[in-house]
Nanobody
């Protein structure tokens, strides 16, 4: 079992920055691929960024490339998502997800464990 707790969301003006964190329980965090997803009101949950456990490779949605950076600290069982140059369209609830066997990093169906989410609101 893995439990995930997100933090770092909030209200920010367009162009501003936030850093999301996701703290995971469990002794084998280092063997889990981690992903960030977001869901805006009335929209489906969408992939934001992911980081593999095996080689630390990262993958981003086109909409956030160059603005968001995913990283992980296996010693702290935490994955981070610094977000820069935020836009109103980034407004959503952001979720952290984890799984040991992820074939397609961008597919939410590949993840077994989810956090409760943290709200990010970007004002124009």
């Amino acid at each position: 079992q893995v439990q995930l707790v997100e933090s770092g969301g909030g209200l920010v003006q367009a162009g501003g920055s936030l850093r999301l964190s996701c703290a995971a329980s469990g002794r084998i965090f280092s063997r889990y691929t981690m992903g960030w997803f977001r869901q805006a009101p009335g929209k489906e949950r969408e992939f934001v960024a992911g980081i593999s456990w095996s080689d630390g490779s990262t993958y981003y949605a086109d909409s956030v490339k160059g603005r968001f950076t995913i990283s992980r600290d296996n010693g702290k069982n935490t994955v981070y998502l610094p977000m820069n140059s935020l836009r109103p369209e980034d407004t959503a609830v952001y979720y952290c997800a984890a799984d040991r066997s992820v074939v397609v990093m961008s597919d939410p169906k590949n993840y077994s464990y989810w956090g409760q989410g943290t709200q990010v609101t970007v004002s124009s």
